[in-house]
């Protein structure tokens, strides 16, 4: 393909923007003379923009003149019909090209690695080579020697069918390698900025000049110097964890068939060197450790791909737009290792972390340096909040007295080049010990090492200890969890020093008078606690599903107010002359249910009130459209003013019936509520998270009994389910086991898909949502179109290991009702349950009026006047005459 073909295609490129005389139609206005210089070296590399990757061609034959044109225009439009929004042009979304950065020190390993690249990468597919020399001048044996690659000494090949060649096979290869010469070496970080700065600039001049599409998303290829590739399928392996598979391509939304995609995109691909199911973690000395992938990773994928806590350094494969948005790149961090350290806890704090792929084979990277006494505490000071930095420096090296830490730590924040605010926006360090890297996670649960006597400073003694206090104090809760019989096998067994600690943690708790039923105490086993303090994951609101909600006047930014309706409850009208009476006449199954069977808690929850206790907060949401905005009053009239919170996410805002318009991804309809449920989850996270101990979602036809809603919450069975399962919390826990609560239903009847149904809703703690929505949405079916919401929400739940709860009440009564009362109190299991989906479905269920709790929390299906004829009958409100 040439360049006279490739403009004739885009007739927005311009006069003369095309391979060889296209300088002279770029904008070079703004750029400094340096940049410009570095602009004409690099003859714009154009493998542009037509489709031989989709149709396999090689590189020449697409002539768009001629009579073929026309035919495979058509046969291409058709193509592009079925696969809608797939860009088939250039590389578009789903072949984007690559850009590979390649810092060294010396020639020999530049060119090692470049000519890896020529060997195993479709040049098509090959943006730009920037390649730094570090700490050299101009090299112009280098240049000479790479002049040759790119004019074809390396047997290389174009397009999806390999025709591997030397030479020039066809007119031209266009220049693909840029060299950055650093005659005054600036470290490994700062040269990668540079370098990506440079492509970041260069994608853009491709853009405005019509020559590459926008939705082109550049994959970035970041390789030590002397690293090789050593595998062809490197970069569609890297592709497909990357980038969003083309939405058609599974149009399923059936929940088994899209079970085995693999949905999740990675952030970061780091290129595999050592065996496979082996990976790579950092010690307490920040030095690489290699461990095995536990056997769980690799079933999930067949061993295909592994998440890796750490990158060793070699290659590493992300989107450019992912590295050029790191929260925190510090260009100052002149060794590579303390630069791929920064690089992995940005990819893993504050992004989705980095996973392995087998096909992406390289050679060994270089061995990773020490970490020296400054840039461990600048890695603390970043990544750590102050206790956790205490203890993990005292692990990185007992000697050090605390003193010289508390300097080096405030010498590594008062640097310029310190980044800001990272800890708010980014996950927590403990988490990232707890759940990823886990061989360092003594340094939060553990004593470190004692000083040694000789070199403690007595006089400063006192304040380290009470240092240490404070941290015991902190990570109290953590251990706590851990000593209610869970994750015993993934830890080791405490030393001896903790014991001593936790026999007095374990004098003041208390057991529940009724242990959980066995079924719910594994359930509750199998999550893992999690701290429940509050980060900050919005990302500044720009991006679903963190993008807020617009006002009543469509601007956006909108931040209702949750609490109005519970301290202004709007009055029950429900006179006693009206037919509104009449409609409790009826003695029909709503009747018996709501009347004979279910008792409203009120009694208890005035007790409480009177007691002084904290009560629980309670967070009430309820979706809706706009249409459907009529049913609203009836609920706030209802039971909603009850509940602490309430919110209706809904398609417009309306302040005086405390409807929210959300903001999501994709349309407004049915089929995609996965879609506006993480949006509106994200909303109640970032607004009202701190505020609520429980958060409960339904439609615009659940009926719910708060009092009854309270009385469970509240109760020793739940507050211990939320405590680990065996004990009662103390109340000033910092961990909490996720709780998922609702209905529970098995999906076609199979037991190891169950999920919570969304009729009558479900209910989460502070754990739970926090879990959903920093860990779940962000890695789990973030893009899916699909109605189902319940079973994603279920399944993004399973996937960290958290199962619905049993809600059942002792005697085995159903508390969360997908159904009317009266459907309930009626219903019998058919002969054959396989011709009913209830039946199918449920789980160990009662019938008649047996089958619902009397503490009865939810109803489903509740329309239009029934909100309040239930509620009149459930509170005692129907006149005498009716009652
Ligand atoms: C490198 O070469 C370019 C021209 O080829 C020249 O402008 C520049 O000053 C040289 N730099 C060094 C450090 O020699
Ligand atoms: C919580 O309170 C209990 C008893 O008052 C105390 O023993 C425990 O150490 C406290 N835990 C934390 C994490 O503060
Ligand atoms: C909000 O809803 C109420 C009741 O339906 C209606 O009267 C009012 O006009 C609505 N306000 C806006 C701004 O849409
Ligand atoms: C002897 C010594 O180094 N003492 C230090 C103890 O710590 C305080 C601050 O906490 C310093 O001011 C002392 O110099």
């Not at 590189?59 to 088939?88: E, F, H, Q, Y």
């Not at 970061?268 to 307490?284: F, K, N, P, T």
């Not at 009092?707 to 000033?732: D, K, Q």
């Amino acid at each position: 393909m040439t360049s006279v073909s490739s403009t004739k295609r885009h007739p927005n490129s311009g006069n003369g923007v095309g391979l060889r005389g296209g300088r002279g139609g770029m904008d070079l206005q703004g750029m400094g003379p340096e940049v410009k210089a570095r602009l004409f070296l690099f003859v714009a590399c154009l493998w542009p923009l037509w489709v031989m990757a989709l149709y396999g061609a090689s590189a020449r034959g697409v002539d768009v003149a001629g009579p073929n044109a026309a035919m495979k225009t058509s046969r291409m439009m058709k193509l592009r019909n079925v696969l809608d929004r797939v860009d088939i042009m250039g590389y578009g979304p789903t072949h984007p090209r690559v850009a590979v950065i390649i810092v060294g020190d010396t020639r020999e390993s530049l060119l090692q690695s470049v000519e890896s690249i020529y060997r195993t990468t479709d040049m098509n597919r090959l943006f730009l080579i920037c390649a730094v020399l570090d700490g050299h001048g101009n090299d112009s044996t280098l240049l000479a020697e790479l002049d040759k690659i790119e004019k074809g000494s390396v047997p290389h090949w174009h397009g999806l069918r390999p025709e591997i060649h030397i030479g020039k096979s066809h007119e031209e290869h266009s220049k693909k390698i840029h060299v950055l010469f650093n005659p005054h070496k600036r470290g490994v970080a700062a040269s990668r900025t540079d370098a990506a700065d440079f492509i970041s600039l260069l994608q853009h001049k491709h853009e405005s000049a019509g020559l590459k599409s926008p939705q082109e998303d550049l994959i970035l290829l970041l390789l030590e110097g002397g690293t090789q590739l050593t595998d062809n399928e490197w970069l569609p392996a890297v592709t497909t964890s990357l980038i969003v598979p083309p939405p058609l391509i599974h149009t399923e939304t059936n929940d088994d068939a899209t079970e085995n995609i693999a949905m999740k995109l990675a952030n970061a691909v780091a290129l595999r060197s050592q065996d496979h199911g082996e990976r790579m973690a950092a010690d307490e000395h920040l030095q690489l450790v290699q461990e095995p992938v536990p056997a769980a990773h690799m079933q999930q994928s067949s061993g295909q791909t592994y998440l890796t806590p750490v990158w060793n350094g070699g290659g590493l494969a992300l989107r450019l737009d992912t590295f050029l948005n790191f929260p925190a790149q510090d260009a100052s961090l002149r060794d590579a290792w303390a630069a791929n350290l920064d690089v992995t806890m940005n990819l893993w704090l504050c992004g989705d972390g980095i996973d392995v792929v087998q096909e992406a084979l390289i050679t060994q990277p270089l061995a990773p340096t020490k970490i020296n006494a400054d840039l461990a505490a600048r890695f603390a000071a970043v990544w750590m909040d102050d206790k956790s930095a205490q203890k993990f420096l005292q692990w990185f090296s007992p000697s050090t007295k605390s003193l010289d830490w508390e300097t080096k730590l405030t010498h590594a924040r008062n640097s310029p080049t310190f980044p800001k605010k990272v800890q708010s926006r980014c996950r927590s360090f403990g988490w990232y010990v707890e759940e990823i890297n886990t061989v360092l996670s003594k340094i939060l649960t553990e004593e470190p090492p004692k000083r040694d006597e000789g070199e403690a400073d007595t006089s400063n003694e006192s304040s380290s200890e009470d240092a240490q206090a404070v941290a015991r104090k902190i990570f109290g809760g953590a251990k706590a969890g851990r000593q209610n019989g869970r994750q015993e096998e993934e830890h080791k067994a405490p030393p001896a020093q903790e014991e001593s600690s936790s026999s007095k943690d374990e004098d003041g708790r208390k057991k529940p008078t009724f242990p959980l039923r066995k079924i719910n105490l594994e359930i509750v086993q199998k999550a893992k606690p999690i701290d429940i303090k509050f980060v900050d994951v919005s990302g500044g609101h720009k991006e679903h599903p963190h993008m807020g909600a617009n006002d009543e006047d469509g601007k956006i930014g909108y931040i209702h107010n949750e609490a109005i309706l519970h301290r202004n409850p709007p009055t029950f009208h429900f006179d006693s002359d009206k037919k509104e009476h009449m409609a409790c006449a009826p003695r029909d199954n709503n009747w018996k249910m709501m009347t004979k069977r279910v008792k409203v808690e009120s009694e208890y929850d005035q007790k409480m009130e009177n007691s002084g206790v904290k009560r629980d907060k309670i967070f009430c949401l309820v979706y809706t459209t706009e249409e459907s905005h009529g049913k609203i009053p009836n609920i706030r009239e209802t039971w909603a003013s009850k509940c602490d919170g309430f919110m209706v996410g809904s398609t417009k805002t309306n302040s005086s019936l405390g409807t929210v318009d959300i903001l999501h991804e994709g349309k407004e309809e049915y089929e995609n509520i996965w879609q506006k449920v993480r949006s509106m989850w994200s909303y109640i996270y970032d607004n009202y998270y701190e505020k609520y101990d429980w958060f409960h979602i339904g439609g615009d036809d659940l009926f719910m009994i708060v009092e009854n809603f309270r009385y469970y919450l509240e109760s020793e069975e739940i507050r211990t389910a939320g405590n680990g399962g065996m004990y009662l919390p103390f109340g000033n826990e910092t961990m909490q086991t996720p709780l998922l609560l609702g209905r529970r239903f098995a999906y076609m009847g199979d037991m190891n898909n169950i999920f919570d149904s969304g009729g009558s809703g479900y209910t989460m703690n502070k754990a739970a949502l926090k879990a959903l929505v920093v860990n779940g949405f962000p890695n789990y079916f973030p893009h899916m179109h699909t109605f189902s919401e319940d079973t994603m929400v279920a399944r993004v739940f399973r996937k960290m290991g958290v199962y619905p709860y049993d809600t059942k009440d002792d005697n085995g009564g159903e508390r969360y009702m997908p159904f009317m009362p009266g459907h309930h109190w009626s219903y019998h299991l058919p002969k054959d349950p396989s011709k009913d989906w209830y039946a199918k479905y449920s789980i160990d269920i009662k019938e008649g009026p047996e089958h619902s709790s009397p503490q009865s929390i939810a109803f489903h299906y509740v329309k239009g006047d029934d909100m309040k004829r239930l509620y009149a009958l459930a509170y005692g409100l129907c006149s005498d005459e009716y009652k």
